[in-house]
Structures are given as C-alpha cells and as structure tokens.
C-alpha cells in the first residue's frame, strides 16, 4: 500500500499558486518525499523530492512540515499545462532494497 | 541526452499469446525498472535492474519477467497473455549519481483482446 494519503482531486485557477497537500503520517526518519506529476498519455515527470528542508527547483517547491508527517508542493503560477496527476511519494532514498509505491495521486484541474 | 525510449508504443494481442516490451534507458543510466499502469489499480512497481541483475520485484505472477542487456536496455516478456494484462507499460531508468530520481518513458499500451 501506499505510504501517503492525497486528495482525489483539486481545482486552481490558471495563474494563482497550486498547493497540493500530501500526507504520510508513517514516514520515517531516512525517507525522502517526492513529487511525480503524469500528463494524459504521458509517462511520470519528475518534479522535486526532499527530506526535510524545504525544497524549490524551476518546476516547484516543496514544503514539508517540521514533523515530517505531511507536504505541500506549490505551483507558484499555474497555467494549463501543469493539468496533471500528481503523486507523492516516500521511499528511502539511498536504499536500493525499496520500491516506489504510487498512490492514487491528486487530479489537478487549472481552470481558465 | 535523449530520453528513455519504448517500443512499441501500441501493441495489440489475444489471450494466451506472449509479449515482449523494450525500452532504452538514458545515456549513462543504469538502473531500470517496469511499471504496469491500469485504470483500476493505477501505477504499480513490476521490477527493477541493476547492472543485468533484477534488483527488485513487485507482487505480480511468474508470467511477468524481463531481463537488461549490457549496455542497460531492458525488455519485459509477459506469456500465456490474459485480458487484464491490458494496461500502460511504463519504463524508468536512473543514475549512479542520483538514483533516487527516476525518468519515465512514453510507456508501452498493450491491449489484449
């Protein structure tokens, strides 16, 4: 099973910030959380991951509460492509022996 | 660097027949695993190798196998094909430098009819 709970699905209006919530209340203290985001037809990109700092790259940032038992990645300004499934992730991230688990992901909407 | 590639891309069977699937990872990159997407179950993880070693597996049957080649290309074979083998055949391969980071490729849909 899945170790994160995320929303089904979430609507944002094309420009504004999208912050989807993930959360893995079982995470432990050498797992790393990541972001996968998969457009129709399309193979999973990846987006950002992160242990416990907070993380922003090109595509997003990546906040994680001080606990570690959930995150939120931010599209600062969305736009109709960002329209995707996006998954979060944890897995341990220097242990070969582990296999990522996808969730159900959350459905994001950008809506013009 | 050009991306993971797979091919076929559309792939049409019948039951009982058997499958091959190839993809070629990243330049460089030697880690490569299968992914089987459906509607129902969504993603989930088949197996990984390393170095022509399968490093890991997922809880799918013995018709499920595959293999990687020295120059890291992997192929999947799946035999005596059932109609739910039909889904989205998804390859990623990673790096020695970061290998937490995995890069999908366009995916293989096979149908089984």
């Known amino acids: 099973d899945a170790k994160t709970t995320q929303p089904p699905s979430m609507d944002c209006a094309e420009g504004r910030a999208a912050n989807l919530p993930c959360n893995h209340s079982?995470?432990?203290?050498?797992?790393?959380v990541y972001w996968y985001r998969q457009i129709h037809s399309q193979g999973p990109q990846y987006i950002i991951h992160?242990?416990?700092n907070n993380e922003t790259n090109e595509m997003a940032s990546l906040i994680i509460t001080e606990d570690r038992k959930s995150s939120t990645l931010i599209l600062p300004h969305a736009t109709l492509r960002d329209t995707a499934v996006y998954y979060c992730?944890?897995?341990?991230?220097?242990?070969?022996?582990?296999?990522?688990?996808f969730g159900k992901g959350t459905r994001l909407h950008i809506l013009p | 660097k050009a991306g993971v590639t797979q091919t076929p891309r559309y792939l049409i069977k019948t039951r009982g027949q058997q499958v091959t699937l190839s993809c070629s990872p990243i330049s460089g990159h030697r880690s490569v695993s299968w992914y089987q997407q459906t509607p129902g179950q969504g993603l989930q993880f088949l197996f990984e190798y390393f170095s022509e070693t399968q490093r890991n597996k997922g809880n799918f049957p013995g018709r499920f196998s595959g293999r990687q080649f020295s120059n890291s290309r992997s192929e999947m074979n799946v035999s005596t094909l059932e109609l739910g083998d039909s889904a989205l055949y998804l390859c990623a391969s990673s790096s020695r430098t970061r290998p937490e980071t995995q890069y999908f490729g366009p995916g293989t849909r096979l149908l089984v009819l």
């Open positions: 992160g242990l416990k």
């Open positions: 079982t995470i432990s203290g050498n797992e790393y």
């Open positions: 992730i944890v897995r341990v991230g220097v242990n070969r022996d582990d296999k990522i688990i």
